[in-house]
C-alpha cells in the first residue's frame, strides 16, 4: 500500500487488532506507513522557517496547559498491570522504556542493566546523595541506585499503586532501607525537601506543560551542585502532539490512551530554560529502542500462554485477555518499528542534564 492511502475504516481495524487478526508483517507495514504519514504531516511546511515557527507553537500551547493534562487514563490502560505479567515481557529489573544494547551480543537483561548505569554515569551519580525519582515505574532505577550506591537515599514517585506495592515489596526482599515510595500525581506532588539528583527516565512524553514542570522540579533541586537527568524519546527534529491526523487515523489510538502522549523534539526541552539550564545533551540511536522491543516481543511470544492466564484472572474472561495481549504485542512492534525507522535515525532518545537556575 502506498504510503498516502489511509486504513479506509478505523473501527474495522481496532476491532482486527484487539481480535488479534492482523497478521505481524501487515502490522509492522501498517506502523510504517503511519510513522511515514506523520513525517509527511510534519514536512507538509516545506521551509524550515516554517517548520520552527510550528515547533515554537506548540512550545507556546502546551504553556497554556496543565502540567499532566490528558494522562488520566494512562494507569488504567497501561501502568496498573499484574506484576507477574510484565515479568513476561520486560528484563528482570522490570523496566518499561528503552534499554541500552550498548554490545550487539547483549541480553536483555544486561542491556537494561547498562542503560542504568549509563544513566548513573550521565547524572554524575555518587553515594550519599539524595535522589528523587520521578515516574518510577516498577523502581528499575531507584532500587539499581539504592543497591549499588548503600550511602544514597532514594525517593521514588509514581500514580500506580502496583508499582509502588512492588517497589515496596523488592526493598524487604533486598533489605534496602535507603528507599521511600510516594504515591502522587506529579502534577499535583510538593516537597519539603531538596535533592541532589532528580531523574525522569519516560515520564515527560506523558508530560504537557513542559515550563510548569521544570519550574516545580527546580524548587526540589539542592541550590548547590544539584542536577537533573531526564531521558524521553523523541523524533530528531520534529515534534508534535499524538492526535489523529484524520478520522480514520486507528494509529493515534490504539497504542496509547488518546491525548496521553506527546512525541516531542530531541531539543524540544531548550525551549524550556526558564529554571534550569542544559549542562550536558546526549542522542542514543533509536536503534536501542528498537532492539528492546524486539527482545520484549520474543519474550512475551515465549510466555503467551502464562499471560494470557494472568490477564484473564485480571480481566475475567478469555477475550478480554486475548485483546490486552494482542495491545501488548502490539506495543512491542510500536516500539521496534517507530525506533528502528530509517534505521534508528528518525525516532531516538534524547539525554539532558540540568543544573538549578
Ligand atoms: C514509561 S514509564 C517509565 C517508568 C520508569 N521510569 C522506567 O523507565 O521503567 C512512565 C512512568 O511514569 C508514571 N507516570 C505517568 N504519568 C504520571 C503522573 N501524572 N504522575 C506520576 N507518575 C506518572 C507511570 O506510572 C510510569 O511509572
Not at 126 to 155: E, I, M, N, W
Not at 267 to 290: A, P, T
Not at 310 to 332: D, M, P, V
Request: some cysteine; aromatic content about 10%.
Amino acid at each position: 500500500m502506498p504510503p498516502h492511502v489511509k486504513m479506509n475504516n478505523k473501527a474495522e481495524m481496532l476491532k482486527r487488532l484487539e481480535q488479534g487478526s492482523v497478521p505481524d508483517d501487515e502490522l509492522r507495514r501498517l506502523i510504517r506507513i503511519e510513522l511515514g504519514r506523520r513525517l509527511q504531516w510534519c514536512q507538509q511546511k516545506p521551509t524550515y522557517e516554517e517548520q520552527t515557527a510550528d515547533i515554537l507553537s506548540l512550545v507556546k500551547s502546551l504553556r497554556q496547559m496543565g502540567i499532566a493534562s490528558g494522562s488520566d487514563h494512562l494507569n488504567s490502560e497501561m501502568y496498573d498491570m499484574p506484576i507477574s505479567f510484565l515479568k513476561t515481557t520486560f528484563g528482570k529489573l522490570l523496566k518499561e522504556s528503552g534499554y541500552y544494547f550498548k554490545d550487539e551480543s547483549m541480553t536483555l537483561d544486561e542491556a537494561e542493566e547498562a542503560i542504568l548505569d549509563l544513566y548513573c554515569e550521565r547524572a554524575q551519580l555518587k553515594d550519599g546523595q539524595k535522589v528523587l525519582d520521578l515516574g518510577c515505574g516498577q523502581g528499575a532505577f531507584t532500587l539499581h541506585v539504592a543497591q549499588k550506591y548503600k550511602d544514597s537515599h532514594v525517593t521514588a514517585v509514581t500514580n500506580a499503586a502496583t508499582e509502588k506495592n512492588y517497589i515496596e515489596d523488592q526493598c524487604k526482599i533486598m533489605g534496602l532501607s535507603n528507599v521511600e515510595v510516594i504515591l502522587e500525581d506529579i502534577a499535583k506532588l510538593t516537597m519539603k525537601t531538596t535533592f541532589d539528583r532528580i531523574i525522569a527516565i519516560g515520564l515527560l512524553e506523558h508530560m504537557k506543560n513542559y515550563g510548569l514542570l521544570l519550574q516545580n522540579i527546580s524548587q526540589w533541586m539542592n541550590p548547590a551542585e544539584s542536577l537533573l537527568f531526564i531521558d524521553h524519546v523523541c523524533h530528531k527534529s520534529f515534534a508534535y502532539k499524538c492526535e489523529p491526523l484524520d478520522e480514520n487515523d486507528w494509529f493515534a489510538e490504539y497504542f496509547f490512551p488518546p491525548g496521553s502522549f506527546t512525541m516531542i523534539s530531541a531539543s524540544f526541552l531548550l525551549y524550556f530554560q526558564d529554571d534550569v539550564s542544559l549542562v550536558d545533551h546526549w542522542i542514543l540511536s533509536g536503534k536501542h529502542f528498537h532492539r528492546t522491543g524486539e527482545e520484549w516481543l520474543k519474550k512475551l511470544d515465549a510466555n503467551l500462554e502464562k499471560g494470557k492466564e494472568i490477564l484473564g484472572s485480571k480481566f475475567g474472561s478469555k477475550e478480554a485477555a486475548l485483546k490486552e495481549i494482542n495491545h501488548w504485542r502490539g506495543l512491542c512492534m510500536f516500539s521496534s518499528e517507530t525506533f528502528g525507522y530509517n534505521g534508528g535515525e528518525e525516532w531516538m532518545n534524547s539525554h539532558l542534564l540540568f543544573k538549578k537556575k
